[in-house]
């Protein structure tokens, strides 16, 4: 196996650690454990634990947007939307995504700032084709489109993974929220 494979299969462990077993998990024995490898594998590939999770904030936040890109793409950019939201709530990543987000060694990274514009420029793409869809411009400046998007994604991602909001009830604010995504249209 190459270095750049070890190095992938490093990351798909981590996230995979970190989905199932939650931050707390992603401890450098239990990414090797996970990974089937020695914990100075790990260190070899990346210098310490603040370099990996770093990595993973990178791989998460890039499938992110380009998920976010993949729905703007769709021949429904709505139903794109709301399939994008039922699967990034069933795949996890997006709640490991904002459990990290809140870990010292992860805030101080500058990966966080940099996966968090490409998810909003994502975003904003897909808001922008949501609306053009039904005949309508952004009446705010695209970013602040993308932001909302961001933000509202994350929040229903969240609220299902710990149980606040029921199925039905998930439904419910996907409806409501391309609502309030058609109003921010003229």
């Given at each position: 196996m190459s270095r750049a494979e070890t190095a992938e299969r490093l990351l798909d462990a981590a996230i995979g650690l970190g989905v199932s077993d939650g931050v707390g998990a992603m401890s450098l024995q239990g990414i090797a454990t996970r990974a089937g490898v020695s914990k100075a594998l790990v260190l070899y590939h990346y210098a310490d634990k603040p370099t990996l999770l770093a990595a993973v904030v990178t791989r998460v936040g890039a499938r992110s947007a380009e998920r976010l890109l993949g729905a703007a793409r769709a021949t429904d950019a709505l139903a794109g939307?709301?399939?994008?939201?039922?699967?990034?709530?069933?795949?996890?990543?997006?709640?490991?995504?904002?459990?990290?987000?809140?870990?010292?060694?992860?805030?101080?990274?500058?990966?966080?700032?940099?996966?968090?514009?490409?998810?909003?420029?994502?975003?904003?793409?897909?808001?922008?084709?949501?609306?053009?869809?039904?005949?309508?411009?952004?009446?705010?400046?695209?970013?602040?489109?993308?932001?909302?998007?961001?933000?509202?994604?994350d929040g229903l991602v969240i609220a299902a993974s710990r149980g606040v909001?029921?199925?039905?009830?998930?439904?419910?604010?996907?409806?409501?929220f391309a609502l309030a995504l058609l109003g921010l249209g003229r």
């Open positions: 939307w709301r399939t994008l939201a039922r699967a990034e709530t069933a795949n996890g990543e997006l709640a490991l995504l904002a459990g990290l987000a809140h870990e010292a060694e992860v805030a101080a990274s500058p990966a966080l700032p940099a996966v968090r514009a490409a998810r909003e420029d994502g975003a904003a793409v897909l808001g922008g084709a949501i609306l053009r869809a039904v005949g309508l411009a952004p009446r705010v400046p695209v970013p602040f489109l993308g932001r909302v998007i961001v933000r509202h994604l909001i029921s199925g039905e009830e998930f439904e419910a604010e996907l409806d409501t």
